[in-house]
Antibody, heavy 119, light 107 residues
Framework: QVQLVESGGGLVKPGGSLRLSCAAS????????MSWIRQAPGKGLEWVSY????????YYADSVKGRFTISRDNAKNSLYLQMNSLRAEDTAVYFC????????????WGQGTMVTVSS | DIQMTQSPSSLSASVGDRVTITCQAS??????LNWYQQKAGKAPKLLIY???NLKTGVPSRFSGSGSGTDFTFTISSLQPEDIATYYC?????????FGQGTKLEIK
């Protein structure tokens, strides 16, 4: 069964750090680009970052550039998002998602993990 | 950044109705346009990719069309389980951007 499961969310103070993880199963993880997408409470979807299948190429939204780092461990079938210098506006549900081959459509999503930045 | 504008923002329709949502891009995105369905409290699900291709397993009452800057998403006969928010998303340019969403309710 193709599945993505996020973990690592929680409550953190402004300026703090958090590392999200996404465990993949049921498919050849190393063959796919992966992305993080977030959704603030009651708001729409915002793409955050993506990483190529090998991990050699990463892109970020301007809103997180310089603060967030995406990475992956293909041996562990895992995707990560290191979030530093967190701000209140980073409060959101964070989803990991698989890029469908050849289209950059997000065809498989995790259930999401909530990150709350508050003092 | 490419701006994606969906309309309407919300929509109320009856079971069996034909429902249409539009998505307009701020610049030409060819057919690099995807549609998602998000039910309350759940992760989004991909329905349509590359403007008009139905993802395997998605009911055929869902369809998409368009190219360039103007796109349409249609449900041919609304079912109760289609209650959700629908989003378009472009991948012509980074950053990938989503429309603001269309909330669909049953009348």
């Amino acid at each position: 069964q193709v599945q993505l499961v996020e973990s690592g969310g929680g409550l953190v103070k402004p300026g703090g750090s958090l590392r999200l993880s996404c465990a993949a199963s049921g498919f050849t993880f190393s063959g796919y680009y992966m992305s993080w997408i977030r959704q603030a409470p009651g708001k729409g979807l915002e793409w955050v970052s993506y990483i190529s299948s090998s991990g050699s190429t990463m892109y970020y939204a301007d809103s997180v550039k310089g603060r967030f780092t995406i990475s992956r461990d293909n041996a562990k079938n895992s995707l990560y998002l290191q979030m530093n210098s967190l701000r209140a506006e980073d409060t959101a549900v964070y989803f990991c998602a698989r890029d469908q081959l050849g289209t950059h459509a997000f065809d498989i999503w995790g259930q999401g993990t909530m990150v709350t930045v508050s003092s | 950044d490419i701006q994606m504008t969906q309309s309407p923002s919300s929509l109320s329709a009856s079971v069996g109705d034909r429902v249409t949502i539009t998505c307009q891009a701020s610049q030409d995105i060819s057919n690099y346009l995807n549609w998602y369905q998000q039910k309350a409290g759940k992760a989004p699900k991909l329905l349509i990719y590359d403007a008009s291709n139905l993802k395997t397993g998605v009911p055929s009452r869902f369809s998409g069309s368009g190219s360039g800057t103007d796109f349409t998403f249609t449900i041919s006969s609304l079912q109760p389980e289609d209650i959700a928010t629908y989003y378009c998303q472009q991948y012509e340019n980074l950053p990938y951007t989503f429309g603001q969403g269309t909330k669909l309710e049953i009348k």
